[in-house]
Protein backbone atom coordinates (compact mmCIF):
# COMPACT_ATOMS: atom_id res chain seq x y z
CA UNK A 1 0.00 0.00 0.00
CA UNK A 2 1.51 3.70 -1.02
CA UNK A 3 2.66 5.77 1.73
CA UNK A 4 0.35 9.22 1.58
CA UNK A 5 1.17 12.06 4.07
CA UNK A 6 -1.16 15.21 4.66
CA UNK A 7 0.27 18.66 5.01
CA UNK A 8 -1.45 20.99 6.12
CA UNK A 9 -1.27 25.12 6.86
CA UNK A 10 -4.02 26.71 8.33
CA UNK A 11 -4.23 30.20 9.95
CA UNK A 12 -7.65 30.60 11.52
CA UNK A 13 -8.25 26.42 11.79
CA UNK A 14 -10.17 25.31 9.15
CA UNK A 15 -7.67 23.77 7.01
CA UNK A 16 -6.32 21.83 9.99
CA UNK A 17 -9.66 20.62 10.85
CA UNK A 18 -10.01 19.76 7.47
CA UNK A 19 -6.93 17.84 7.47
CA UNK A 20 -7.61 16.08 10.69
CA UNK A 21 -10.86 14.63 9.30
CA UNK A 22 -8.85 13.47 6.39
CA UNK A 23 -6.69 11.59 8.39
CA UNK A 24 -9.10 10.00 10.82
CA UNK A 25 -10.64 8.55 7.48
CA UNK A 26 -7.67 7.17 5.68
CA UNK A 27 -5.58 6.72 8.60
CA UNK A 28 -2.82 8.63 7.36
CA UNK A 29 -0.58 10.81 9.42
CA UNK A 30 -0.80 14.79 9.09
CA UNK A 31 2.53 17.51 9.56
CA UNK A 32 1.78 21.00 9.61
CA UNK A 33 3.42 23.98 8.11
CA UNK A 34 4.70 26.21 10.63
CA UNK A 35 5.62 29.71 10.22
CA UNK A 36 8.69 31.29 11.60
CA UNK A 37 7.18 34.56 12.74
CA UNK A 38 3.29 33.87 13.67
CA UNK A 39 0.53 36.08 12.28
CA UNK A 40 -2.57 37.32 14.61
CA UNK A 41 -4.52 40.19 14.59
CA UNK A 42 -5.35 42.68 11.77
CA UNK A 43 -1.53 42.74 10.91
CA UNK A 44 -1.36 39.11 10.71
CA UNK A 45 -4.70 39.48 8.45
CA UNK A 46 -2.86 42.46 5.89
CA UNK A 47 0.57 39.85 5.79
CA UNK A 48 -1.98 37.39 4.33
CA UNK A 49 -3.26 39.55 1.77
CA UNK A 50 0.49 41.50 1.19
CA UNK A 51 1.80 37.87 0.66
CA UNK A 52 -0.23 37.17 -1.97
CA UNK A 53 -0.28 40.67 -3.76
CA UNK A 54 3.36 40.36 -4.17
CA UNK A 55 3.59 36.33 -3.79
CA UNK A 56 5.75 36.31 -1.24
CA UNK A 57 7.43 33.35 0.23
CA UNK A 58 7.55 34.00 4.37
CA UNK A 59 9.87 31.96 6.38
CA UNK A 60 8.61 28.47 7.70
CA UNK A 61 9.89 25.57 10.26
CA UNK A 62 10.97 21.97 9.35
CA UNK A 63 7.59 19.72 9.01
CA UNK A 64 9.35 16.67 10.24
CA UNK A 65 8.64 13.39 8.52
CA UNK A 66 11.00 12.73 5.61
CA UNK A 67 8.70 13.69 2.46
CA UNK A 68 10.71 11.16 0.12
CA UNK A 69 9.70 8.71 1.73
CA UNK A 70 6.07 8.85 1.05
CA UNK A 71 4.53 8.31 -2.52
CA UNK A 72 2.01 11.29 -2.38
CA UNK A 73 1.56 13.96 -0.36
CA UNK A 74 -1.81 15.73 -0.01
CA UNK A 75 -1.66 20.08 0.60
CA UNK A 76 -4.30 21.35 2.04
CA UNK A 77 -4.24 24.98 1.78
CA UNK A 78 -6.12 28.31 3.08
CA UNK A 79 -7.13 31.12 0.17
CA UNK A 80 -5.71 34.21 0.76
CA UNK A 81 -6.87 37.43 -2.37
CA UNK A 82 -7.36 34.69 -4.59
CA UNK A 83 -4.17 32.86 -4.36
CA UNK A 84 -1.97 30.29 -2.23
CA UNK A 85 -1.81 30.94 1.01
CA UNK A 86 2.00 32.28 1.51
CA UNK A 87 3.36 29.49 3.75
CA UNK A 88 2.50 26.66 1.27
CA UNK A 89 3.78 28.64 -1.76
CA UNK A 90 7.23 28.51 0.81
CA UNK A 91 6.75 24.53 1.61
CA UNK A 92 6.14 23.57 -2.33
CA UNK A 93 9.24 25.80 -3.24
CA UNK A 94 11.60 24.45 -0.75
CA UNK A 95 10.53 20.86 -0.78
CA UNK A 96 9.95 20.54 -4.52
CA UNK A 97 13.01 18.40 -5.34
CA UNK A 98 11.51 15.89 -2.29
CA UNK A 99 7.86 16.17 -3.46
CA UNK A 100 6.70 12.96 -5.53
CA UNK A 101 2.88 12.85 -6.43
CA UNK A 102 0.81 16.15 -4.82
CA UNK A 103 -2.74 16.48 -4.27
CA UNK A 104 -4.09 19.80 -3.42
CA UNK A 105 -7.30 20.39 -1.18
CA UNK A 106 -8.28 24.09 -0.98
CA UNK A 107 -10.41 25.80 1.52
CA UNK A 108 -12.07 28.98 1.10
CA UNK A 109 -14.95 31.77 1.25
CA UNK A 110 -15.91 30.85 -1.93
CA UNK A 111 -13.12 31.54 -5.02
CA UNK A 112 -9.51 31.00 -5.80
CA UNK A 113 -8.70 27.23 -5.86
CA UNK A 114 -8.05 27.29 -9.12
CA UNK A 115 -5.60 29.56 -9.19
CA UNK A 116 -3.74 27.92 -6.17
CA UNK A 117 -3.43 24.99 -8.08
CA UNK A 118 -2.42 26.28 -11.06
CA UNK A 119 0.36 28.11 -8.63
CA UNK A 120 1.38 24.99 -7.42
CA UNK A 121 1.77 23.33 -10.39
CA UNK A 122 3.52 26.09 -12.07
CA UNK A 123 5.89 25.79 -8.58
CA UNK A 124 6.62 22.09 -9.51
CA UNK A 125 6.77 22.17 -12.64
CA UNK A 126 4.06 19.49 -13.32
CA UNK A 127 0.37 19.18 -12.53
CA UNK A 128 -0.90 18.14 -9.33
CA UNK A 129 -2.20 14.53 -9.38
CA UNK A 130 -5.51 15.69 -8.25
CA UNK A 131 -7.33 18.60 -7.16
CA UNK A 132 -10.82 19.52 -4.80
CA UNK A 133 -11.61 22.85 -2.60
CA UNK A 134 -14.17 23.19 0.09
CA UNK A 135 -15.52 25.81 1.57
CA UNK A 136 -15.21 27.27 5.12
CA UNK A 137 -18.76 26.74 5.75
CA UNK A 138 -19.18 22.88 4.60
CA UNK A 139 -15.86 21.88 6.53
CA UNK A 140 -17.41 23.82 9.72
CA UNK A 141 -20.56 21.58 9.42
CA UNK A 142 -18.94 18.48 8.58
CA UNK A 143 -21.39 18.62 5.09
CA UNK A 144 -17.75 18.24 3.18
CA UNK A 145 -17.11 14.59 4.74
CA UNK A 146 -18.63 12.64 2.27
CA UNK A 147 -16.59 14.24 -0.81
CA UNK A 148 -13.86 14.39 1.12
CA UNK A 149 -13.63 10.15 1.99
CA UNK A 150 -14.12 10.02 -1.71
CA UNK A 151 -11.21 12.22 -2.47
CA UNK A 152 -8.91 10.62 0.06
CA UNK A 153 -9.81 7.09 -1.87
CA UNK A 154 -9.53 8.48 -4.83
CA UNK A 155 -5.73 9.58 -3.91
CA UNK A 156 -5.71 5.72 -2.57
CA UNK A 157 -6.59 4.29 -5.27
CA UNK A 158 -4.45 6.50 -7.83
CA UNK A 159 -1.48 5.69 -5.96
CA UNK A 160 -1.81 2.29 -5.44
CA UNK A 161 -2.47 1.63 -9.00
CA UNK A 162 0.50 3.14 -9.92
CA UNK A 163 2.49 0.77 -7.85
CA UNK A 164 1.08 -2.58 -9.83
CA UNK A 165 0.50 -0.81 -13.30
CA UNK A 166 3.68 -0.34 -15.38
CA UNK A 167 2.92 2.61 -17.74
CA UNK A 168 4.37 1.16 -20.06
CA UNK A 169 1.35 -1.54 -20.58
CA UNK A 170 -1.17 1.18 -21.73
CA UNK A 171 1.38 3.56 -23.54
CA UNK A 172 0.41 3.87 -27.70
CA UNK A 173 4.09 3.61 -28.02
CA UNK A 174 4.61 0.65 -26.16
CA UNK A 175 2.48 -1.37 -29.00
C1 LIG B 1 -6.40 37.50 4.38
C2 LIG B 1 -7.45 36.57 3.91
C3 LIG B 1 -7.82 36.57 2.57
C4 LIG B 1 -8.81 35.69 2.11
N1 LIG B 1 -9.12 35.67 0.77
C5 LIG B 1 -10.05 34.79 0.31
C6 LIG B 1 -10.36 34.71 -1.10
O1 LIG B 1 -9.80 35.42 -1.93
N2 LIG B 1 -11.29 33.82 -1.49
C7 LIG B 1 -11.96 33.02 -0.63
O2 LIG B 1 -12.78 32.26 -1.05
N3 LIG B 1 -11.67 33.05 0.72
C8 LIG B 1 -10.74 33.91 1.19
N4 LIG B 1 -10.42 33.94 2.54
C9 LIG B 1 -11.13 33.03 3.44
C10 LIG B 1 -10.27 31.81 3.80
O3 LIG B 1 -9.74 31.18 2.65
C11 LIG B 1 -11.12 30.80 4.55
O4 LIG B 1 -11.65 31.43 5.70
C12 LIG B 1 -10.33 29.57 4.97
O5 LIG B 1 -11.22 28.64 5.52
C13 LIG B 1 -9.27 29.88 5.98
O6 LIG B 1 -8.56 28.70 6.28
P1 LIG B 1 -7.81 28.52 7.68
O7 LIG B 1 -8.88 28.66 8.75
O8 LIG B 1 -7.23 27.15 7.63
O9 LIG B 1 -6.78 29.60 7.81
C14 LIG B 1 -9.45 34.81 3.02
C15 LIG B 1 -9.06 34.81 4.37
C16 LIG B 1 -8.07 35.67 4.82
C17 LIG B 1 -7.65 35.65 6.26
Redesign the pocket.
Known sequence: MSKILVVTY???????LLGKMLCGMQSWPMAEVRESQPRSGWTG?WR??MDSFFRRRPAISEIGPTLREYDAVVLIS?????RLAGPIRTFVTSNRDQLRDVAVIS??????APNAVAEIGHLLGRSPLMSTAFT?HE?EDGSCAGRLQAFGQAVQTAEDSSLVMRPATWSPRAA
Open positions: SYTGTSRTCLPIWAYVMGGSGSV
